[in-house]
């Protein structure tokens, strides 16, 4: 392929193909894209749904961000885009196996953004929209298969697409099976960080519960850090008879120390008010039991004024033991060297490090305090973000060890939910319907999260997956026991469900 050049004011050279608007190279050259295209007004628009069968409902970028004129976008058209040359030369360009470029450009933007660590962006008017139909042949769907996963995805789809079209199908599987070449392991590398420009304030923000000793411990890592944070905001739902009035002295600290005493119930809630009462220009957002290096704080801010991004997550690492220390940290870094330096757009959010301008988080207004009591939360919180037409990435640069001590926590809720009988605490979620003799799985919070961002059909498609890898993926010797046991599972399942769609019914909350 042929790209044509243009040269920004700074001397980067940008490849294109087709006719874009030139006059918006320039401020797209100085931002946070790797490649911008125009195509979701192109008519690529949530097409090669059959991605599912990989991803069920476990990749974020599954359906397209709707009505932002910029957002992250993984469906390229290969006949209409913008390129970095530097990352077009990273990655050594176009696949040519393929019989279209429709799946050639698809192929671009998937494994830019899933494997590559680039950054592939919408952007409203750089293009011109178009309308047509937008067509991908079974052998291209099994060539993209073959190419970028492990074997029995495309198994389970020949599987998936039915009897009355088995005959095409596994044609299509068998050339692709035979003809496919795997892709090959590319990264594009982090750019160079800038030094921090002026004086942005950086509020803390860490909930916590019956681990006083393990916050102390994270706050003395502040107060080494090469830029201080303004204030630490601390809400702790340690109750009172078991608080230690050694931990959280003020006088301690060469920043503020502002302690709430959480009555409320669960993690979303202590985290929203925690929100309420930072003042800085970032928040970062940890967990009660981590460890990070003098320059955690400083790289977070870097990186997100490096990239022109709203926010990040930190590299996490988990400790072995809970005794393990920041010389630990380092020693577990040097082994991950060669795979450590990936930036790119993160497929997750993770409350434990994570940097996000403080803008963003009054427009969600926190965490849905719909998640209290089991899982989810964290992914829920990133994927708003993207839906605002944020950029999220994964910041390699502001590593923390995560040391996960046995006991307190707020995943006390969720040791709760294992239990039945009279000894089980009710769960934030159960709402007023206490759970009985069927326990539900997966965690109802985790459904939810599902429901809310997932469409109909996709959700469908998760429940026959989750069940097809619950029958055939382990060893097929005990499938009898499994197949036994699955209407009890299935009950499960459905139980799940109920309880999901009574919190969807609720609707978003933040107290």
């Known amino acids: 392929m042929q790209l044509k050049k243009h040269i920004t004011s700074k001397n980067e050279v940008l490849l294109y193909n087709g006719n874009p608007n030139v006059s918006l190279l320039e401020e797209l050259a100085n931002g946070s894209g790797d490649l911008w295209h125009s195509s979701l007004d192109q008519s690529f628009a949530n097409c090669f749904q059959d991605i599912i069968y990989q991803t069920a409902v476990y990749w974020w970028f599954l359906n397209e961000i709707k009505n932002q004129p910029e957002c992250v976008s993984w469906r390229v058209n290969g006949q209409a885009f913008v390129i970095r040359e530097t990352v077009w030369n990273q990655i050594n360009g176009l696949d040519i196996q393929y019989h279209s470029q429709v799946m050639a450009g698809l192929d671009l933007g998937y494994n830019l953004l899933r494997n ?31 190419k970028n996963f492990k074997p029995h995805h495309a198994l389970y789809m020949l599987i998936r697409k039915g009897i009355w079209s088995f005959p095409s199908e596994y044609k299509a599987y068998r050339y692709a099976k035979t003809h496919a070449i795997k892709r090959v392991e590319k990264s594009i590398a982090p750019r160079i960080l800038n030094p921090i420009e002026g004086k942005p304030i950086v509020s803390l923000v860490i909930p916590t519960m019956r681990r006083q000793a393990y916050t102390q411990i994270l706050l003395e890592d502040h107060k080494n850090q090469t830029y201080l944070i303004k204030e630490a905001v601390i809400v702790d739902a340690t109750p009172e008879e078991d608080r230690d009035e050694k931990y959280y002295k003020k006088e301690d600290f060469p920043f503020d120390v502002v302690v709430k005493w959480q009555t409320s119930k669960g993690s979303c ?3 929203n008010e925690a929100i309420d009462l930072c003042t800085g220009d970032y928040i970062i957002f940890a967990d009660d039991d981590v460890r990070i290096q003098p320059n955690f704080v400083e790289n977070h801010i870097r990186l997100l004024q490096t990239y022109k991004v709203a926010a990040c997550n930190g590299l996490d690492i988990m400790a072995e033991h809970i005794h393990q220390n920041l010389t630990d940290l380092e020693k577990r870094l040097v082994k991950i060297e060669n795979t450590r330096w990936r930036v790119g757009v993160s497929p997750m959010f993770s409350n434990a490090n994570s940097c996000v301008r ?5 427009v969600l207004k926190g965490n849905d305090v719909n998640f209290d009591g089991g899982y989810g939360e964290d992914s829920d919180f990133g994927l708003s973000i993207l839906k605002l037409g944020h950029t999220l990435l994964h910041n390699p640069f502001s590593p923390n060890l995560h040391l996960k001590p046995p006991v307190g926590g707020y995943r006390w809720w969720g040791t709760e939910a294992k239990k039945k009988g009279k000894k089980r605490k009710v769960q934030p979620w159960e709402l007023d319907t206490p759970v009985k003799n069927i326990r539900p799985v997966p965690s109802p919070t985790v459904t939810y999260g599902i429901l809310k961002h997932f469409t109909e059909e996709q959700v469908k498609e998760w429940r026959v997956k989750h069940f097809f890898l619950f029958l055939f993926k382990r060893d097929l010797k005990k499938l009898p026991v499994r197949l036994f046991q699955l209407p009890y599972k299935q009950l499960q399942f459905s139980k799940s469900l109920q309880y999901a769609k009574a919190l969807r019914r609720l609707g978003i909350r933040y107290q």
Do not use: W
């Open 269 to 271: 809630r202590a985290r």
């Open 358 to 362: 403080r803008d963003v988080v009054e």
């Open 116 to 146: 590559e660590s680039g950054i592939p962006m919408h952007v409203k008017g750089l293009f011109a929209p178009e309308t047509q139909e937008i067509q991908i042949s079974k052998k291209d769907r099994y060539t993209f298969f073959f």
